[in-house]
Nanobody, 118 residues
Framework: QVQLVESGGGLVQAGGSLRLSCAAS????????MGWYRQAPGKQRELVAT???????NYADSVKGRFTISRDNAKNTVTLQMNSLKPEDTAVYYC????????????WGQGTQVTVSS
């Protein structure tokens, strides 16, 4: 089965940095597009960043210039480097995978909490 495990969340003050990681198993990692989503209380889950199997990246406007998504196919991991964090970045962050046969991101991790204080 597909399994995605996030780590690296925590509490940080505004302006600080965190690095999230996602370890994948049960998939041929190098063939999957990967992404990070987040969900704040009372709000819908939103796209943060994606990276295709070919290495192309896409970011939400709200995080451009501050967040960087990357992948290491040899280690089956995806990372999200978050710099210059703002209180509005507070959310549960989820790792997601889009399998080669799927049109949407349909596999999700358990999430990791990121809290940014003022």
């Amino acid at each position: 089965q597909v399994q995605l495990v996030e780590s690296g969340g925590g509490l940080v003050q505004a302006g600080g940095s965190l690095r999230l990681s996602c370890a994948a198993s049960g998939i041929i990692f190098s063939l999957n597009d990967m992404g990070w989503y987040r969900q704040a209380p009372g709000k819908q889950r939103e796209l943060v960043a994606t990276i295709t199997y070919g290495g192309n990246t896409n970011y939400a406007d709200s995080v451009k210039g501050r967040f960087t998504i990357s992948r290491d196919n040899a280690k089956n991991t995806v990372t999200l480097q978050m710099n210059s964090l703002k209180p509005e970045d507070t959310a549960v962050y989820y790792c997601a995978a889009r399998l080669p046969i799927a049109s949407d991101y349909s596999n999700w991790g358990q999430g990791t909490q990121v809290t940014v204080s003022s």
